[in-house]
Nanobody
């Protein structure tokens, strides 16, 4: 049974940075593409960034040039480096497989709040 635990969120001023982590209970990154998703209040969950097992990345237009997804196989951890944060980045951030998230993998997420 895979568990994904997100951490690293917090309150930051606009223009600041945060690095999110997603720790997996066992290695799934070598066989699965992974993604960071977010859900803002009153909005649907959306894909923010994805990382294929081969290393290819893709990003939502709204975060291109500001966010970077990466992984550490040895630590079974997925990261999201977020720079130049904007108030519209405020959301709960989750990790899961991509392009088809597995329902039972959804964790509690980590809250990111960006103040203006």
């Amino acid at each position: 049974q895979v568990q994904l635990v997100e951490s690293g969120g917090g309150l930051v001023q606009a223009g600041g940075s945060l690095r999110l982590s997603c720790a997996a209970s066992r290695s799934i990154f070598s066989i699965n593409a992974m993604g960071w998703y977010r859900q803002a209040p009153g909005k649907q969950r959306e894909l923010v960034a994805a990382l294929a097992s081969g290393g290819r990345t893709n990003y939502a237009d709204s975060v291109k040039g500001r966010f970077t997804i990466s992984r550490d196989y040895a630590k079974n951890t997925l990261y999201l480096q977020m720079n130049s944060l904007k108030p519209e980045d405020t959301a709960v951030y989750y990790c899961n497989t991509h392009p088809l998230p597995v329902q039972r993998y959804w964790g509690q997420g980590t809250q990111v709040t960006v103040s203006s």
